[in-house]
């Protein structure tokens, strides 16, 4: 999930529904979290972006090598540091609930650090590519869960997937290096395909081995979805994925 984590909003983005707040979405934390249940389904979700938050630090911060030019390595060092604070609220907020911040994040460094093994770019525009694509699904899945959230979490949770500036970069960068050299735009379609696949999976997984997690999500507390609401959103996050890919001048 961000890593699965971060980070852009661009236009085509998908709109959640947002009817009268109901049920938790319509409390606070200090009356929502009087629930056991949906204090530590908070605990995980916290803990999965912080820890995605610093991994997207930790990768941009990478990424920067590869830049080709000086200006590129500022623009994504800025990037990084943008992400870093992210993560600085998220672990702020987890101390401030009374929960330990590493201890909320540890299970799920194994599936995030997994996902960037198998995902891996291999040069510049590949990495581009990761995180505008793949922080973007996960962004997406994040703002549909918090429409579902107490008042309180679900502004934190939107101004940490808040733009870096990563989407309009990106963007750029990706659709002049196909001007350039069209053959380049078939190999980046394949990776973008692949980073949709696992994404989606990744937050499939992350979700199903965390039973508060998805209790939360799929009826029970939480005002959740049902199951025909998670298909609906996995096919807006689907929508949302084929317009940015045609943002980069790329085919789905």
Same mark, same amino acid.
């Given at each position: 999930?961000?890593?699965?984590?971060?980070?852009?909003?661009?236009?085509?983005? /998908?709109?959640?529904?947002?009817?009268?707040?109901?049920?938790?979405?319509?409390?606070?934390?200090?009356?929502?979290?009087?629930? /056991?249940? #949906? +204090?530590?389904?908070?605990?995980?979700?916290?803990?999965?972006?912080?820890?995605?938050?610093?991994?997207? *630090?930790?990768?941009?911060?990478?990424?920067?090598?590869?830049?080709?030019?000086?200006?590129?390595?500022?623009?994504?060092?800025?990037? &990084?540091?943008?992400?870093?604070? +992210?993560?600085?609220?998220?672990?702020?907020?987890?101390?401030?609930?009374?929960?330990?911040?590493?201890? &909320?994040?540890? /299970?799920?460094?194994?599936?995030?650090?997994?996902?960037?093994?198998?995902?891996? /770019?291999?040069?510049?525009?590949?990495?581009?590519?990761?995180?505008?694509? !793949?922080?973007?699904?996960?962004?997406?899945? #994040?703002?549909?869960?918090?429409?579902?959230?107490?008042?309180?979490?679900?502004?934190?949770?939107?101004?940490?997937?808040?733009?870096?500036? +990563?989407?309009? *970069?990106?963007?750029?960068?990706?659709?002049?290096?196909?001007?350039?050299?069209?053959?380049?735009?078939?190999?980046?379609?394949?990776?973008?395909?692949?980073?949709?696949?696992?994404?989606?999976?990744?937050?499939?997984?992350?979700?199903?081995?965390?039973?508060?997690?998805?209790?939360?999500?799929?009826?029970?507390? &939480?005002? !959740?979805?049902?199951?025909?609401?998670?298909?609906?959103?996995?096919?807006?996050?689907?929508?949302?994925?084929?317009?940015?890919?045609?943002?980069?001048?790329?085919?789905?």
């Amino acid at each position: 999930m961000r890593s699965m984590t971060t980070s852009d909003k661009p236009d085509n983005a /998908p709109e959640t529904a947002s009817p009268e707040a109901t049920g938790v979405a319509a409390q606070d934390w200090a009356t929502a979290s009087a629930d /056991p249940q #949906y +204090h530590a389904a908070v605990v995980d979700l916290l803990g999965a972006l912080a820890y995605g938050e610093l991994a997207a *630090f930790e990768r941009l911060a990478e990424d920067a090598k590869l830049a080709p030019t000086l200006a590129d390595k500022a623009e994504l060092a800025k990037m &990084a540091s943008a992400e870093f604070h +992210h993560f600085e609220r998220l672990r702020d907020r987890l101390t401030e609930i009374g929960e330990e911040p590493t201890l &909320a994040m540890d /299970p799920f460094v194994a599936a995030l650090d997994g996902f960037h093994r198998q995902t891996a /770019p291999s040069d510049w525009l590949e990495g581009l590519v990761k995180a505008y694509v !793949g922080d973007s699904i996960a962004s997406d899945f #994040y703002r549909e869960v918090a429409a579902r959230l107490d008042s309180d979490t679900r502004e934190l949770v939107l101004a940490v997937l808040d733009d870096t500036g +990563h989407a309009g *970069f990106a963007v750029e960068k990706v659709r002049a290096a196909i001007d350039a050299e069209p053959r380049v735009g078939g190999r980046l379609a394949l990776w973008a395909r692949r980073l949709m696949g696992e994404a989606l999976s990744q937050s499939q997984r992350v979700v199903a081995d965390r039973d508060a997690l998805s209790t939360m999500l799929v009826g029970g507390v &939480a005002d !959740g979805f049902d199951l025909a609401e998670v298909g609906r959103m996995f096919s807006r996050i689907t929508e949302a994925h084929t317009k940015r890919m045609a943002a980069l001048g790329l085919a789905a």
